[in-house]
């Protein structure tokens, strides 16, 4: 298992729902990794796995790369916050590849596709 090094298993168990560092996707924790040393400021994260299960009971498709652990969303207490992790993110293709930019936070996600970096706004 990638052993991040800004990241602990706690936060992730904190979460709702609660999962761990061992059922995300590598490459993402190595790329968040990379991203916050960039960043320079803390991340919060507020959601990371979610069961196929889960979605399905919130009423969702299920498709959600945070079904493959592909996923996290990243608390943005700012617009410069929300600034500077889009504009690393942007710079490194090779882990990000889904951006979605909300009103207090921001989803960041390592599944593949065709045209990525795809960014889009909630
Ligand atoms: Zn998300």
């Known amino acids: 298992m990638y052993e991040p090094r800004y990241f602990k298993d706690d936060e992730f168990r904190k979460l709702t729902p609660s999962c761990s560092i061992a059922q995300m ?3 993402l924790m190595e790329g968040l990794d ?5 960043v320079g400021m803390p991340f919060i994260i507020t959601s990371a796995y979610r069961s196929l299960d889960w979605e399905l009971a919130k009423g969702r498709p299920g498709t959600s790369a945070h079904t493959k652990g592909m996923a996290v969303d990243v608390s943005c207490p ?5 600034r500077r ?3 690393e993110a942007l710079k490194r293709p090779q882990y990000f590849k889904g ?3 909300g009103k207090n936070f921001i989803h960041l996600d ?3 596709r065709s045209f ?4 889009w706004g909630y």
Not at 34 to 38: G, S, Y
Not at 116 to 119: I, R
């Open 25 to 27: 996707d590598k490459n």
């Open 34 to 38: 990379e991203l916050r040393e960039a």
């Open 78 to 82: 700012n617009s410069y916050f929300t």
């Open 85 to 87: 992790v889009l504009e």
């Open 99 to 101: 951006i979605g930019v």
């Open 110 to 112: 390592v599944m593949y």
């Open 116 to 119: 990525a970096p795809l960014v």
